[in-house]
C-alpha cells in the first residue's frame, strides 16, 4: 500500500535522511522510532510532500506519489 524507496532528502547541506526504505501492507500499523534528530519527522514530511526528496520513490497503492503536490496526496487518502 505505501512504499518508500532510497528515499534521500537534504536541508541546504544537511543530509537529514540517507536511503530510507521501506514498506507499509494494507491494514497494517507501523511506529518510526528513533533520537531526536534521526529523521522521524522529515520522513513523513517527505511522504506528504512537505519537503522536496533529492532522491528515491514513495509510492502508495503503486502511484508514484513523489512529486505530485500535498494537496493531492489528501485527496489519495495517504
Not at 497503492?61 to 494537496?71: A, C, G, L, P, V
Request: charged share 25%; glycine share 12%.
Amino acid at each position: 500500500m505505501l512504499k518508500v524507496e532510497n528515499l534521500n532528502v537534504f536541508y541546504g547541506g544537511i543530509h537529514a535522511l540517507k536511503g530510507i526504505s521501506f514498506e507499509v501492507s494494507k491494514g497494517k500499523i507501523i511506529t518510526l522510532i528513533g533520537a531526536n534528530g534521526a529523521g522521524k519527522s522529515t520522513t513523513l514530511r517527505a511522504i506528504c510532500a512537505l519537503v522536496k526528496t533529492k532522491e528515491g520513490k514513495i509510492k502508495f497503492k503503486d502511484r508514484d506519489i513523489t512529486n505530485i503536490s500535498t494537496d493531492q496526496i489528501v485527496k489519495m487518502g495517504v
